[in-house]
């Protein structure tokens, strides 16, 4: 287990119960009790259990970023002036405001930072780009990637 995971380990039913909810996080106490064998009371407590113990983070629905008008994804590498941890907060609070900003994630590699980024088009992205990224602080260098397509596309962890 990872140092900061919980107290509680998990088993088998847990992870069936995890593996469950996170791709129909809708469906009711019941089906899922039945689905991992349990009764209805004993899968809520679990459920109950998960979410205090921290290994359900949240409840969500996720959106089609096509239909709401945002087709276009980017992805942003930045290389900042440099690594003082102070450089380092100053961009994250910076960034974390940026409208259209999904993940901003501190790198190893080449780039400090890789930023996923939505737009409408080309144009949208450019706007966001001159608006927000430009501004951000420390930034030496910004390298933007667009995705032709997207292949594959999950948050399911491998429970």
Same mark, same amino acid.
């Given at each position: #287990?990872?140092?900061? +995971?919980?107290?509680?380990a998990?088993?088998?039913?847990d /992870? /069936?119960?995890?593996?469950?909810?996170?791709? /129909?996080?809708?469906i009711?106490?019941?089906?899922?009790?039945e689905?991992?064998?349990?009764?209805a009371?004993?899968?809520?407590r679990?459920? *109950?259990?998960?979410?205090?113990?921290?290994?359900?983070?949240?409840?969500?629905?996720? @959106? =089609?970023?096509?239909?709401?008008? #945002?087709?276009?994804?980017?992805?942003?590498?930045i290389t900042l002036q440099?690594?003082a =941890?102070?450089?380092?907060?100053?961009?994250?609070k910076a960034?974390?405001r940026?409208p259209?900003v999904l993940?901003?994630?501190? #790198?190893a590699?080449?780039?400090?930072?890789?930023?996923k980024v939505?737009?409408? =088009?080309?144009? =949208?992205? $450019?706007?966001?780009?001159? *608006?927000?990224? $430009?501004?951000?602080?420390?930034?030496? *260098? #910004? *390298? +933007? +990637?667009?995705? @032709?397509?997207t292949v594959?596309?999950t948050?399911?962890?491998?429970?």
């Amino acid at each position: #287990m990872a140092k900061d +995971s919980a107290k509680y380990a998990l088993d088998a039913t847990d /992870r /069936r119960i995890l593996s469950v909810l996170q791709r /129909r996080g809708r469906i009711s106490n019941a089906d899922l009790a039945e689905e991992v064998n349990l009764s209805a009371s004993a899968c809520h407590r679990r459920v *109950q259990r998960l979410e205090e113990e921290g290994y359900i983070r949240d409840f969500v629905a996720l @959106l =089609d970023a096509r239909r709401l008008g #945002m087709p276009t994804t980017v992805f942003v590498e930045i290389t900042l002036q440099g690594q003082a =941890d102070e450089v380092l907060e100053v961009f994250e609070k910076a960034v974390a405001r940026v409208p259209h900003v999904l993940e901003c994630h501190l #790198m190893a590699g080449s780039a400090d930072y890789i930023l996923k980024v939505v737009a409408e =088009d080309t144009e =949208d992205f $450019a706007r966001i780009h001159r *608006q927000h990224l $430009a501004r951000l602080p420390g930034v030496a *260098q #910004m *390298q +933007s +990637s667009f995705a @032709l397509r997207t292949v594959f596309k999950t948050t399911a962890l491998p429970v």
